[in-house]
Each structure stands twice: as structure tokens, then as C-alpha cells.
């Protein structure tokens, strides 16, 4: 059983010896993945639901791990106790309830050093609430499965001194330090979602002020964008 180039990245962010916890498992590869590769760490499956949990269970069960790798169900980090892990792994999971989730449970958060996130969408909102908290981003990457090419974030407990713009935090700071091979294609995935907007706009006959100011911010984004390939 391999994990896909996704949770790949992922797990490769996680680093060695750890006490990991894989929030929303759903099936458990990768937190499977990550006590085979390294069975000094420690890990933790959790997820909110019971079927997940249950196919979580299962998957160990068929490589004799059912007794190495707990199996938690409960929302966030809520099924964690304070100081339990020291890394989080979220991926698949929306950038905002990614943020509520880290969120969710102060003492179990502070505890943490390392979190790998994979947001679906809202990005730059995590990487924003991430600073907010005192957090920085470490590295980051670029994962492309079935035509879809998904941010896979490291981040870590503690202020940098880093400032980033408007467009790094959108895009990812160290993924434009990087430019790896899907950079492009990334860029203009963004720059497909801001077109759709100005399009949309466009079609508005009498445009509110608001809405006038949203499609020449927009439009100023795409070029910001533009100037990055
Ligand atoms: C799209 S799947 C992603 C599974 C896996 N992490 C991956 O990236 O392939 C989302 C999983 O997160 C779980 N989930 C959703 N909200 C959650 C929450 N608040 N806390 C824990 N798990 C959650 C769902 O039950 C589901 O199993």
C-alpha cells in the first residue's frame, strides 16, 4: 500500500521520533505509513466519525498494527490530551476548519511544535491565522494527484521574523522561494479562480462601489500573479 503524492508530502514533513497525531484519518494510510516508516514515533489516528474510525482500525488490523497505532474518535484535538503529541498532521480538510481545529483546544495546541497541514482551499487564511498565533511557516510544498495540484504546508511553533506580502501569503512564501516543477501550474490555478470572478463582475450592469473595488483589486491580483511566472 503506497500513499499518493499528497499525503506523500505530507509525510515527509513529519519529522522523526515524533508524537504524532493524524487528525481526521478517515481510512488511516497515512498514519499507518507514518509508524512504519519511523516506529520510534509515537501515533495517534483520530476522526470525528465512526465509520473512518472504524476503517482506520481495520487497515492496522490487516498489518498487525491494532495495537500500535490508537485509534480516537472525537472532533479536532479535542480526543488529545495536553502534552500527548508534539506534531499534528490535517490534511484534506478545508483551510478554515483547519484553523478551528488547532484552535479548539488551547492546552493541547501549546503543547504542539509541528503541524503539516493540506488545506482543500483557504490557504492564505491559515498561513494568516498561523502568524496571528505566533506560528511560522517552515517549509512548504506542492503535490499534484489527478490533475489537482494541493499546498502542503509545515509549520511551526514560534515568531519568525519573516514579513510576507499580500500575494506570498496567498501563494506560499516558500513555495515561491522554491518554484518546483508545479509552481506554474499552481499560480494559474489561483489565477483561474480570481478570472472567474472578474468575469462574473464584469457581467454586473451597474456596479456598487464595493463590487467595483472588488474587481479592481482582483484585477490587480491576477497581474501580481502574472508577474510571478
Ligand atoms: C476528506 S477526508 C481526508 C482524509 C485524510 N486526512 C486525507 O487527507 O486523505 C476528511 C476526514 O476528516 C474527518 N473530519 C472532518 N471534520 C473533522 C473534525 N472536526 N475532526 C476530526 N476529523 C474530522 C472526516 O470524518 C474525514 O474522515
Redesign the pocket.
Known sequence: MTLDK??QAVADFVPKGCKVA?????HG??AKYLYEQDNSRYVIA????AG?CEAARKTFAEFGLEDKIPVRQ???LEPLSAGEVDTVCI???GGK?IAD?LAGKKEVFAGLKTAVL?PQNAARELREWLLANDWHVADETLAKVDGRVYQIIKAENGISDDKYTDIELLVGPKIIKKRSELFEEHIIGIRTGFEKVVEGLSKVKDLSDEQNMKLQETKEKIKELNSLL
Open positions: 499528497r499525503l493524524d487528525i481526521g484519518t478517515d494510510y497515512l483520530a476522526d470525528l466519525n473512518p472525537g472532533s479536532g490534511a484534506g480538510m476548519l481545529i493540506q
